[in-house]
């Protein structure tokens, strides 16, 4: 799932226009938000009581298309195109900008297919003219990959949260949380391990300190064993040479 840019919300001051009129002239704030191009969520407007008893009235269709804006996609207008108003061009593009923006919230790599199908899109160079408008409009950033036909995406700005979306998104959360209950019954399992090992080293070392121990204890016994010894043994006896054994008989010739 790709980043989302949080940006400021431009949407208020329609919002505040929204609150206080009605008809045509509330029909003019719609129009005015869908055409601005910092606008990319229209939730609170939604939420307004006048935009939302425009549903009993003749202008139900600009109502539905605000909700296209908001949770929809350029196939799911062109599904609904009688029913709703028709779109400028920069509202057709906006649309496409912000169905990139659900497809990125789908999958990181959007493959041109993809692409060409959910925007409606002719050929391979409107599509890539139409993303590299999309970039430069801070809708969503990422590299186009025209050998491997697929968009790259890094992140997006934010449409609005749909029941379905919190659904997903809860999906998506106790997956994580799966996920890092995973990693961390690992990393224990790697702990234990780990402090088993340190303490056969310790043992192990030990066990040769001692045995270090013992041998220099025994190689120390030896030596003074040794010295021992002969201390104990006295002087050697020695003979001189020339001299006779003391008792020794002498004959007279």
């Given at each position: 799932?790709?980043?989302e ?10 919002v ?22 910092d ?5 609170e407007?939604l ?32 599904e ?5 108003p028709?779109?400028s ?21 959007i493959?041109?297919?993809?692409l ?13 003219d ?6 430069y409009?801070?809708?969503?950033s ?13 992140w ?28 961390l019954s690992?990393v ?17 070392r ?6 270090v ?31 006779k ?7 007279n010739?």
């Amino acid at each position: 799932m790709s980043q989302e840019k949080v940006i400021e919300k431009p949407l208020q001051q329609f919002v505040v226009q929204a609150l206080k009129l009605e008809g045509d002239s509330l029909v003019e704030v719609i129009k005015q938000a869908l055409d601005c191009v910092d606008t990319f969520v229209f939730a609170e407007l939604l939420e307004c009581p006048n935009v939302i008893a425009l549903e009993t009235t003749h202008h139900a269709p600009y109502l539905h298309a605000l909700r296209m804006f908001s949770q929809g996609t350029y196939l799911d207008y062109l599904e609904k195109k009688e029913c709703l108003p028709e779109l400028s061009e920069p509202q057709k593009k906006k649309l496409q900008y912000l169905t990139i923006v659900t497809l990125a919230n789908k999958m990181k790599r959007i493959p041109y297919d993809v692409l060409l199908k959910e925007l409606n899109v002719d050929n391979v160079r409107d599509l890539e003219d139409l993303i590299i408008e999309a970039i430069y409009s801070n809708v969503v950033s990422g590299e186009l990959d025209q050998q491997s036909d697929y968009l790259e995406v890094d992140w997006t700005v934010g449409r609005d949260v749909g029941v379905n979306d919190v659904d997903n998104m809860i999906d998506t959360l106790q997956q994580w949380c799966d996920s890092c209950e995973n990693v961390l019954s690992t990393v224990q399992a790697r702990i234990v391990d780990a402090n088993r090992t340190k303490q056969e080293v310790l043992k192990h070392r030990a066990a040769i300190d001692n045995e270090v121990t013992n041998v220099k204890k025994a190689i120390r016994t030896q030596i003074q064993d040794e010295e021992m010894s002969v201390d104990t043994s006295g002087p050697t006896k020695k003979t001189i040479k020339g001299t006779k054994p003391s008792g020794a008989k002498f004959w007279n010739k």
